[in-house]
C-alpha cells in the first residue's frame, strides 16, 4: 500500500468506523458494550472514551496516538484481514487499525470473549 493510501487511510475518521463496528456487531446479535469491551482491551479506552473519541470527529491516527496504552497481549492477535496476514504488517499504526479489525470480526463470528482478549489461559 503506498504512503498516499495509508494517508487516506490514517485520516479515515473514527466515529466512522465505529458506527461501522457497531452495524456490523450488532447485525451479528453483538452489543455495544461488548464491542466497546474488546476496543477497550486493544487501546485501554474506557468506553465513554471510546464514545468521546468516536464522537470528536478525530482520525484514525489521532484514535491511536492518543490510546491509553496499546494492550501488550496484542502482538498475540494473528489471522488475515482484507486478505492480508495482521501479525506480518510492517507499519505500526496500519498494524493497529487491522488488529483492531480482527478483533470485531471474531466478535462479530461469536468468538468466545477470554479468546478476543487473548487470555493467557486459552
Given amino acids: ?10 485520516s479515515y ?7 461501522n463496528y457497531v452495524a456490523k456487531v450488532e447485525r451479528k446479535g453483538k452489543t455495544t458494550e461488548e464491542l466497546d469491551e474488546v476496543l477497550g482491551w ?3 479506552y ?7 473519541a468516536a464522537d470528536g470527529g478525530g482520525d ?10 496499546i494492550n ?14 495482521v501479525e506480518d504488517i510492517g507499519e505500526e499504526l ?3 487499525i487491522r488488529w483492531m479489525d480482527k478483533l470485531v470480526d471474531e466478535l ?14 486459552t
Fill in 42 to 44: 486493544l487501546t485501554g
Fill in 13 to 19: 475518521p473514527f466515529g466512522d468506523i465505529y458506527a
Fill in 72 to 85: 501488550p497481549r496484542a502482538d498475540l492477535i494473528t489471522g488475515v484481514v482484507c486478505g492480508v496476514r
Fill in 94 to 96: 496500519m498494524q493497529k
Fill in 108 to 121: 462479530a463470528r461469536g468468538k468466545k470473549m477470554e479468546s478476543i482478549k487473548r487470555s493467557p489461559n
Fill in 46 to 52: 474506557t468506553p465513554t472514551g471510546l464514545h468521546e
Fill in 1 to 10: 500500500m503506498g504512503n498516499t493510501n495509508l494517508e487516506r487511510v490514517y
Fill in 60 to 69: 484514525l491516527r489521532g484514535f491511536f496516538a492518543n490510546a491509553p496504552r
